[in-house]
C-alpha cells in the first residue's frame, strides 16, 4: 500500500469536484479522503501506487466541465489504514483559491424542468454541481452551503438524501433546492403590492403580452424585461429609463428563433450556447429593424442571448404552451424580449427586492422577485465573435471572477483602473483577478460599488495588496480611491499612464516580455504632457514607454462638449483646412456655430486632443451622419454600419501624411470626407484609408526601432471593421499582432496593464 497527499488548485469548488475526486477513488479501489480548504481542494489517498498515479492522470484529463486545474502537486505520505473514502468537512484558512463563475442551466437539469413527473418541475432555481451560480451567490470561502445566499434555505429530507448521495449529481452540490425548500418567486406591482396569482411565471408573461415592463431578478441583478416586437412598449422602456438610442440586447429561446434577425456565424452559435451565456453581437438580417422596432436603431449590430437562467427558460415555456420534454426548446418561438439591464440613469445594477421597488419605481410596472440574495452585482457580458478570436465588449456574469494568468508571479498589486467602464484589478500570486463590469465613475452610486467591489474581491481572496496602481489623471474617483487606500495602508503608489496601461493589459495576457510597438486609439486619456492624447504610438518596454508619434491635434471647440457633438469636430477640420467660411453654412442648423467659428480662430476654449474617437466624430461630422449623440460612441458605431452596407473598397492613395517626427495627418482624408455626398461611400472609405495609415504608421515604426510585434489597445478596436482591417495588413507586412481576448481592448481592461506595470515598476 502507498499513501499521498495531494493539492488541487484553480477553480475547483462549487464545480462538483469533490463528488468527482470520490467516485474516481472509489472506482480505483482507494482509500482516504477529499475536502475544500482556503488552498483549493485537499485529497488524501491511499491504495497501490498504480491506482495512486492513475488517479492523478485522471484529475487531469476528466476534470468537471467547469472546473479549471492550474496545478495538481503530490507528495508521499504514510498510510494510515483509513476504510473507505469519504468526504471531510471544509477547512478554513488563508485563501488562496478562486470561485467559480455563474454558469446557464444545463441540460439534465432543464430535462427535469420540463417533466412534470419531476419533483423540480417548473422550479425557478433548479441547478446542480454543472450549473448555475457561484460567483453571485458566495459570500466567503471555501465555497460551502452556510457561506453562500442559500444558507437561509435549509435543505429538505428529500434534497438532503441527494446532497449525500454520492451517485446523484447533486451530490454536495450547495446550490441544491427544491420548490418545498425555497427560493420561491412572488410578483408584485408598481406599488409592491403582492399580485395574488397561482403562477407568477404565467402572470408576468401576461404582462409582457399586454406591452407592460417588468424587473426580473437574475443571477447578478434584475433585468427591465418587455416584448421586443411590440414598439409602444420598447419606445415607453426608453422613455421611462431616459436611454434614447443605445441599443437593447434582446433575448430568444434558440438560435433558431434568432435567425429571422441575425445572421449567425458558426463562432457565434457556440459563443450563444456556451455555459456563460453571454450577449454576443451578430449582423443584423434586412428587417430586424422593422420587426424590433427601437432595439438597435441604425445599427449594424443587434445584441442577442440565450436563456441563462431557469425563470428565462420558464417564461419562454410558458410562451410555448407548456409543452412536456425539450424538443421545444430547438423549434422557432416568436416571442421576443428586450432584456436590459436594470439600472437607472448609468448607475450600477439592481440586486435587492427593496432597492428594485426603489430605484424602479416610475420605470418597472411590475416586479417578478425571489427572496434569494444576490451577493454582488454583475452585469450580463458583451462579447463578438471575430476572425482572430472571441473579443470582449464587457466582461462580467459567467467569466468574472476567472482569474488571467499572468506569466510569473509578483507582489499582490491592487489597480484601480479609469474613469469610464471602470473595473479594478488584484493580483495573487500568478493570478489576476480583473472585477466584474462597475461602470462610469460619474455618479455617487457607482463609485460607492467600486468601493464595495475592492472589499469584497479583497476579502474574498484574502490578499492584502503590496503595491497600488492608478490612473495618471489624479481627479478621477479611482486614482483618489487608490491614492486613499495607500495612503492608509503605507504601500507604494504609481500613477501609470492612460495609454501605457492599454498596451500593458496585452502584454499581460499574452505573457508577452520583449518590446512591442504599441498602437493605443480611444477617446481620450491625460497624457505625460498634460494635454488630451487618444490616438498613440508608443513603444513599450514592459513598465517604460516612449511616444513615438500621434495624430496631428484637432482642436475640440467647446472643451468635452466636442466629444458629445460631432459636428464641433467637424468644424475643426475646416478650420485646420482653412474652410472656415463652410462652418456657418453646413452647419446652419446649429445656433452655435458662428460663436464656434469664432472660437477656433481665435484659439478660445479649444484645447488639442490628438483622440482617434474624436478622429471618427470627425468623419461623422463631415459626412452627415450624426451632429450630436446621446451615449459614448454612437457616432462611430453608426459610422460603421454604414461603412458595411458599402463592403470593401480602396483606400485613399493620398488620404494621410506621415511626418519625419511620427505624427500622422489624416487631413487630406478629411478634406475627401468634406466634399463627399454619399455618406456610405464616405464611411467606407475612412475605414478602408484609416486601416492603411495605420498599418504604415506602425509598419515604418517597428522596423525603425527593430521590433516585430504590434499591440493593439483601446476603445476604438472595439470597431470591428477597423480591427479586421488592420490586423490583416500588418500580418501581411510580416508583423505579430497582440489584440485583447481575455479582456475588452477599451478602459474595462485598463486595471489589468496598470497592475501589471506597477508588479514590473517596482523591485526591478
Known sequence: MSAQRMRVTGV????????????????????????NDAQGVEICAEGSAKNLALLIRRIRLEAPPLARIDSVDSRVTKPSGCAGFVILDSLAGKVSTAIGHDTATCAACLAELFDPSSRRWRHAFITCTHCGPRYTVTRRLPYDRPQTSLAPFPLCAACEREYADPGDRRFHAETTCCPHCGPRLTLVDALGRTIEVTDPIAATLECLRRGEIVAVKGLGGFHLVCDARNAA???????????????????????????EFADLTDEEVALLESPERPIVLARKRAGADAALPGCAPGLAWLGVMLPVTPIQHLLLHEAAGRPLGVAWMSQVLPLVLVCTSANPGGEPLVTGNAGALERLAGIADAFLLHDRDIAVGCDDSVLRATASGNQFIRRARGYTPRAIRLARSGPSVFAAGGWFKNTLCVTRGTDAFVSQHIGDLDNAATCAFLEETLVRLLDLLDVMPQRVAHDLHPDFYSSR?????????????????????????????????????????????????????????????????????????LPMPGGDRAAREPWRMAAAALHSLGRDAEILTRFVAQPAAATLARMLSQD???????????????????????????????AAMLLEGLAATRGSVMPLSNGYDIGRDGTLDLRPLYQTLADCSDAAVGAALFHATLAAALADWAEIAARAQGLNTVACGGGCFLNHTLTGKLATLLTQRGLHVLLAQQLPPNDGGLSLGQAWIAQHTYGE
Open 481 to 553: 480611491l487608490a491614492i486613499e487606500f495607500a495612503a492608509r495602508h503605507g504601500l507604494p503608489v504609481i500613477a501609470v499612464q492612460h495609454h501605457h496601461a492599454h498596451i500593458a493589459a496585452l502584454l499581460a495576457e499574452h505573457h508577452c516580455v520583449e518590446p512591442v510597438i504599441g498602437l493605443a486609439l480611444d477617446g481620450v486619456g491625460l497624457g505625460s504632457d498634460g494635454t488630451a492624447w487618444g490616438g498613440e504610438l508608443l513603444r513599450v518596454d514592459c513598465a517604460h514607454f516612449t511616444r513615438l508619434g500621434h495624430l496631428r491635434p
Open 604 to 634: 478660445l476654449n479649444s484645447p488639442p486632443t490628438s483622440s482617434m474617437g474624436r478622429a471618427f466624430d470627425t468623419a461623422a461630422g463631415l459626412l452627415g451622419v450624426r451632429a450630436a449623440t446621446s451615449f459614448e460612441g454612437q
Open 12 to 35: 475547483v469548488q462549487g464545480v462538483g469536484f469533490r463528488p468527482f475526486v470520490w467516485r474516481l477513488a472509489r472506482e480505483l479501489a482507494l482509500t482516504g479522503w477529499v475536502r
Open 233 to 259: 412598449a420598447v419606445a415607453r422602456l426608453r422613455k421611462r429609463k431616459a436611454r434614447e438610442e443605445k441599443p437593447f440586447a434582446v433575448l430568444l429561446a434558440n438560435v433558431a428563433s434568432a435567425d
